[in-house]
Nanobody, 128 residues
């Protein structure tokens, strides 16, 4: 059974930091692409950061320089370090994985629908 479990969300003041974690189980971890998406009510889910199966990483322009994606292979865990948070970063953050996806060949920021496995999400609220 495939499971992606996010944690680390919460409420923080603008300018603060949070680190989200996504523990992946039930699949061959490093054969999959893992990404972080976020969504606010009434808007499309958008990609925030991605780590390909070859460990190549990328972040969306909206968070570049503030967010960093990393992994701990021994723990099957992907992290999203978020710094200099802004109120507009407030959203539900989801971890997703897919065996066949590659950010090198796709517009990953908009491709949430191509990911086969999802976590339940963790809420991030940034107060001004």
């Amino acid at each position: 059974q495939v499971q992606l479990v996010e944690s680390g969300g919460g409420t923080v003041q603008a300018g603060g930091s949070l680190r989200l974690s996504c523990v992946v189980s039930g699949l061959t971890y490093r054969s999959h692409c893992v990404a972080w998406f976020r969504q606010v009510p009434g808007k499309k889910r958008e990609g925030v950061a991605i780590i390909d199966s070859d460990a190549t990483t990328n972040t969306a322009e909206s968070v570049k320089g503030r967010f960093t994606v990393s992994e701990d292979k021994a723990k099957n865990t992907v992290y999203l370090q978020m710094s200099s948070l802004k109120p507009e970063d407030t959203a539900m953050y989801y971890c997703a994985a897919d065996l066949y996806y590659s950010s090198k060949e796709n517009d990953w920021v908009a491709d949430s629908w191509k990911f086969g496995y999802w976590g339940q999400g963790t809420q991030v609220t940034v107060s001004s």
